[in-house]
């Protein structure tokens, strides 16, 4: 496997991603070989502060930087107006000029957060993403959206900024949860299924011991998707198309954990079955085979994500589903697959919907959905 760092078109004037393990300890040379301030502000979570700061604030301070740093509370409910706010008067606090960075080492929640300060802060500074979640590392990290969340709802504040440089390393991932072990893996298969056949098959071959986290396996997924989602934000940085194709799965999915309420079922859980969903769709809507459905399903069992049991009301799971960026109109909008690395948006029409969600929802006898 290449250890060539991956590149991305931006507006910016683009950026590398450096995917390998290890590479965690180069994060001071890597930024500081780009900025010209001397200093940079960590910003991170209470969890990972304790897993990882020591090792990246060192590798920062033997590239000469001064370091400053800030962990915020774990979770979503660090993304919010407040704790940018707060992020933003500690920046000044801590003497962050134009020249300086910004280092988002954390998972999506922070990787959003200080992207965000770090577009506003001085009207934009410079920040490195270190994602250390695998959703972060495939997903959040690459592609340059930032955002807070707002009352009214996920990422209702937000800037396209893009990162000056990406340093995942996938080793950081043994001490992630289970739980968000699987998000990511979701992504992971999602990456995969809009890739191409080879990255599918690789999958195949490589589920049971993703499944135990092996380390080769996980640092070929990671630069599999990590390179998926380069190649896409690099021919659509604004989602004017192709980047709509990273929605895949994520309509229901994103219903799914809404009306069970956040925190219920969990992003992986749900987003696979918004992939199973998609994709027995796809057979009535652009006519592919049921053996791709099949197989998808069988990919998404492999890797630890199996069908889901929880009862929802379809009415309510189709309006969140019109809440969906995607839609136009109140119509529903869904990402299709017809063959690996092969996809299509349609717009579904309401009986055709209503029937699909009518069906999802009826659990069969052992629970599962039909
Ligand atoms: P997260 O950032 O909340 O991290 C999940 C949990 O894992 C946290 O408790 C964190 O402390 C912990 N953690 C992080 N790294 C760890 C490690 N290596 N070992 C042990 N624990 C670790 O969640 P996430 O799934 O990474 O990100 C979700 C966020 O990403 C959401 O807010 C979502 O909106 C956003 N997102 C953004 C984009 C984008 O393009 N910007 C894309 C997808 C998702
Ligand atoms: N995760 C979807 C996107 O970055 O566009």
């Known amino acids: 496997m290449t250890d060539t760092p991956l590149s991305v078109s931006a507006s910016s004037g ?10 965690l300890d180069e994060v001071g040379a890597i930024v500081g070989s780009l900025t010209v301030g001397g200093a940079v502000a960590v910003v991170s979570d209470l969890t990972v502060r304790d897993l990882y700061a020591e090792r990246v604030e060192g590798s920062l301070a033997g590239a000469n930087l001064r370091v400053a740093s800030l962990s915020v509370d774990p979770g979503e409910r660090s993304k919010s107006w407040e704790t940018a706010g707060r992020v933003l008067e500690w920046m000044s606090e801590a003497g962050i000029g134009r020249d300086d960075a910004v280092v988002a080492l954390g998972g999506g929640v ?18 490195a993403q270190v994602p250390t979640t695998l ?29 000056a440089v990406v340093v995942a390393d996938p080793e950081c991932l043994a001490t992630l949860p289970d739980t968000e072990w699987r998000s990511g893996l979701a992504e992971v298969v999602k990456s995969a299924v809009l890739d191409s056949d080879e990255a599918v098959r690789m999958l195949e071959a490589d589920a049971p011991a993703l499944a135990e986290r092996r380390s080769d396996a996980v640092a070929r997924a990671v630069r599999m998707a990590a390179g998926h989602k380069a190649r896409v934000v690099s021919d659509d940085e604004r989602e004017g198309g192709s980047r709509e194709s990273l929605n895949y799965g994520h309509t229901l999915g994103h219903a799914i954990e809404r009306v069970a309420g956040y925190g219920t079922v969990s992003h992986g ?44 009301d379809p009415g309510r799971v189709i309006e969140a589903m019109r809440a969906d960026k995607k839609s136009r109109g109140g119509q529903v909008r869904l990402v299709l697959s017809s063959a ?7 717009a579904v029409d309401d009986a055709t919907l209503a029937d699909a969600v009518d069906a999802w929802c009826r659990p069969q006898e052992d629970g599962r959905r039909s």
Request: glycine share 14%; proline share 5%.
């Open 14 to 23: 683009g950026y590398l991603v450096h995917a390998r393990p290890g590479v």
């Open 110 to 127: 922070v990787g959003d957060l200080a992207g965000f300060c770090a577009a506003t802060y001085m009207r934009g500074l410079m920040v």
């Open 135 to 163: 959703l972060a590392q495939v997903d959040s990290a690459i592609g340059g959206k930032t955002a807070v969340d707002l009352a009214g709802g996920k990422n209702l504040a937000g800037a396209f900024w893009p990162p």
């Open 269 to 312: 859980i749900a987003v696979a079955e918004g992939i199973r969903f998609a994709a027995s769709l796809a057979e009535r809507l652009i006519g592919s085979d049921r053996e791709w459905t099949a197989r998808q399903d069988a990919l998404l069992t492999a890797c630890g994500l199996p069908r889901s049991g929880c009862a929802l």
């Open 340 to 346: 690996p690395g092969m996809w299509e948006v349609r």
